[in-house]
């Protein structure tokens, strides 16, 4: 049996009995969805991205005869990166707050768009690159759960990640929908000329 086939905890229990390719195979497994998500949460921010990254690869290294069984790694992990990143967070004072947007019904889905809204025509690049410039005005932590639920942790896996209650979770993702929604909305309907063409899908 491969160790791509072997379960995280079998791998920790091997890697806390010396056997290094064991870590290996846990960091190959997760390294990649661990980076994407903290490039999503920090754009551009390279440097910062590999900073955060390292350090929380070297806390689980730490902290692995800690791990406890009843949550997924995935999920311990990326607590220990979100750690690291609100600290970054505080440190810089990069919080943007949202005021509370009271319409609509409340989301508690990662899905944003359905084909009566404005932004149908749009191609798809375009409104990926819509999307991460209007993530960019959510608070860190209404924009973590976002990413988190696209990374298809459950609600009650990121209240773990960022210690908050599940009704926590839910209330920042139901703003961050709404504020998403409308920034969205916004963004689209100042872009249409008067002759009805859409700005955002010009070169």
């Given at each position: 049996?491969?160790?791509?086939?072997?379960?995280?905890?079998?791998?920790?229990?091997?890697?806390?009995?010396?056997?290094?390719?064991?870590?290996?195979?846990?960091?190959?497994?997760?390294?990649?969805?661990?980076?994407?998500?903290?490039?999503?949460?920090?754009?551009?921010?390279?440097?910062?991205?590999?900073?955060?990254?390292?350090?929380?690869?070297?806390?689980?290294?730490?902290?692995?005869?800690?791990?406890?069984?009843?949550?997924?790694?995935?999920?311990?992990?990326?607590?220990?990166?979100?750690?690291?990143?609100?600290?970054?967070?505080?440190?810089?004072?990069?919080?943007?707050?949202?005021?509370?947007?009271?319409?609509?019904?409340?989301?508690?889905?990662?899905?944003?768009?359905?084909?009566?809204?404005?932004?149908r025509e749009l191609d798809r690049r375009t409104l990926k690159k819509l999307l991460q410039n209007c993530l960019s005005g959510l608070s860190p932590e209404q924009k973590e759960v976002f990413l988190l639920r696209q990374e298809e942790f459950s609600f009650?896996?990121?209240?773990?990640?960022?210690?908050?209650?599940?009704?926590?979770?839910?209330?920042?993702?139901?703003?961050?929908?709404?504020?998403?929604?409308?920034?969205?909305?916004?963004?689209?309907?100042?872009?249409n000329n008067k002759d009805g063409k859409n700005e955002l899908q010009r070169d």
């Open positions: 049996m491969s160790l791509e086939n072997i379960p995280d905890i079998e791998l920790i229990k091997r890697y806390l009995k010396n056997e290094s390719d064991a870590f290996k195979a846990l960091y190959n497994r997760y390294n990649k969805a661990l980076y994407g998500y903290l490039n999503k949460l920090l754009p551009g921010q390279h440097a910062v991205i590999d900073d955060i990254f390292q350090k929380a690869w070297i806390k689980v290294i730490k902290n692995l005869e800690k791990y406890q069984d009843n949550q997924k790694f995935s999920a311990w992990l990326f607590r220990i990166a979100h750690n690291e990143a609100m600290d970054y967070f505080r440190k810089y004072k990069r919080e943007v707050y949202l005021e509370d947007l009271n319409e609509g019904a409340f989301y508690t889905g990662s899905e944003i768009f359905n084909s009566e809204l404005p932004w009650k896996e990121i209240a773990e990640i960022q210690d908050i209650s599940i009704n926590t979770a839910l209330s920042r993702m139901q703003y961050a929908l709404k504020a998403l929604r409308i920034c969205i909305k916004t963004r689209i309907a100042g872009a």
